[in-house]
């Protein structure tokens, strides 16, 4: 379904992918986690070419793109839009059109990019509003939304373009922690529906429940992956098993309530 | 009416210059609409132009921008009504140099409120319309222009409104406008004092009601916001 291959990305100086492969099979679920800075969020831009990477190959269905240096320029605007519309994403920040209604912000894809008739968009998105939970809040300006409640637009606009894969690029990370379980909540059930996903996110214990495949980043490589009763509970690299042991340790710092 | 320095200030005679003024402030106010509409051509023209990655492009209108922000408009006016003839050889008449210069000066203003505009749009905007794939003008026209250019008003309209004063700047290569006539019925009357103040005082209730109105239009937009 999507295969990357030996993807490399530097930013000037800085080289955040050094030949990431990572294989997602249809209708799975990869959950990539590391340490930031690690280039989770780079790899997932990448993927729907929001950046374009130096090297490597990257499979989206039967859509394929090579890179070498010396082809990126050819790229042409055209094929970079229909490349990213088979591909949804949703982003930490929501990024909702603030001057677009929930429902215009569902809308604006099939509209603007597939053409469709007003009437025939508008009951896709009044459906897809419903799916995330907020059938009520068509007429709501971004603005006057929660949290959580823009980003379950934001999941709801990117489903809007029919998506052969999604996306999640931390989506909970800039939330309220009570409103975190609502969005996990929609991405679970797309999970549950065969949604093929890859996430990007801090919610391990999510990650542990969802995901088919967990993939462990770190200095732009995938330094190993499995699924998740493997990776998370009995990593075999040190470097995963340093990051997991940071994290469980500052989990259980916190008293919970018993 | 006999202020302190014993001046015997009188502005009854200026009722006899009434046409005068009059066609004045309509030359003066014909050359702010106009000036504005064609330096709103050149400054979005541009504006996002210079938005592009491409440095053919955009070092010239830079070039440009700058070199208007950056003299005054008085010397400008002058440059191209005495000099400019003379390097490109064809003599310019008084209010085409006034018409081109006014649009030119306004369009840099208007081509740095455009731009910047368009950049103080978040790039995850940008993402977000081009990760549902969107293309570039389609982004442009639905998602970042929308949003733009409801923060260009304000700065737009205060912009226009100094276009308003900036046109008296022509009466100095003639051109007929308020306050050139006032200059004529100056020197047909020697009196100075009154002719002044008239031409202040109809440019001040020509534009504190334009003022107004920009506020209340900047309040209405930061409020929807």
């Not at chain 1, 070419?49 to 090579?66: A, C, K, N, T």
């Not at chain 2, 006014?102 to 990760?131: K, N, P």
């Not at chain 2, 006539?181 to 202040?200: F, M, S, W």
Request: charged share 20%; aromatic share 8%.
């Amino acid at each position: 379904m999507i295969e990357i291959t030996g993807l490399w990305k530097a930013f000037g100086a800085l080289q955040v992918l050094k030949g990431v492969s990572l294989e997602v099979e249809r209708g799975s679920v990869v959950a990539i986690i590391g340490p930031s800075g690690s280039g989770k969020s780079t790899l997932l831009r990448c993927i729907n070419l929001l950046e374009d990477p130096d090297r490597g190959r990257i499979r989206v269905g039967d859509r394929e793109m090579r890179f070498s240096g010396d082809n990126r320029a050819k790229l042409g605007d055209r094929e970079l839009s229909a490349f990213r519309a088979a591909t949804g994403m949703v982003f930490q920040h929501f990024n909702l059109f603030p001057h677009m209604t929930a429902l215009g912000n569902v809308m604006a894809g099939p509209i603007i990019v597939k053409r469709m008739a007003k009437r025939e968009a508008e009951d896709i998105a009044r459906e897809l509003l419903a799916k995330v939970g907020l059938a009520d809040k068509g007429n709501a300006y971004p603005m006057h939304l929660s949290g959580g409640q823009r980003q379950r637009v934001a999941i709801a606009r990117a489903l809007a373009m029919n998506p052969s894969v999604m996306l999640c690029d931390e989506v909970t990370s800039a939330l309220d922690p009570e409103l975190v379980g609502e969005v996990l909540g929609v991405i679970e059930q797309l999970a549950k529906e065969g949604m093929t996903m890859i996430i990007v996110t801090h919610e391990v214990a999510f990650a542990h429940e969802v995901a088919d495949i967990v993939a462990f980043m770190s200095d732009g490589i995938i330094v190993e992956s499995g699924p998740p009763a493997q990776l998370l509970d009995h990593p075999e690299n040190p470097r995963t098993r340093g990051f997991l042991a940071r994290f469980h340790r500052f989990v259980d710092d916190f008293p919970r309530p018993s | 009416m006999v202020t302190g320095t014993g001046y015997a200030w009188d502005f009854s005679f200026l009722w006899g210059y009434r046409w005068l003024i009059l066609t004045g402030l309509g030359v003066t106010i014909a050359y702010t609409i106009g000036t504005i509409l064609l330096g709103l051509l050149v400054g979005l023209a541009t504006g996002l132009l210079r938005l592009s990655r491409n440095l053919v492009v955009t070092a010239p209108l830079l070039a440009y921008v700058e070199i208007f922000r950056c003299t005054p408009l008085l010397v400008q006016i002058v440059w191209f009504y005495y000099a400019l003839p003379v390097v490109i050889g064809i003599d310019i008449p008084a209010h085409v140099a006034a018409v081109l210069v006014l649009s030119l000066y306004t369009g840099a203003f208007y081509a740095e409120i455009i731009r910047g505009g368009v950049s103080s749009i978040e790039r995850g905007q940008w993402d977000a319309a081009r990760a549902i794939g969107m293309r570039r003008h389609q982004v442009m026209r639905h998602v970042v222009l929308p949003q733009a250019v409801k923060r260009m008003i304000p700065p737009f309209m205060n912009q226009s409104i100094i276009q308003l004063k900036n046109t008296s700047l022509v009466s100095t290569i003639a051109v007929a406008d308020l306050l050139y006539n006032g200059t004529i019925i100056t020197a047909a009357t020697y009196r100075p004092l009154e002719v002044y103040t008239a031409v202040a005082v109809i440019y001040f209730l020509v534009l504190f009601p334009l003022t107004l109105a920009a506020q209340y239009v900047e309040r209405r937009l930061a409020r929807s916001d």
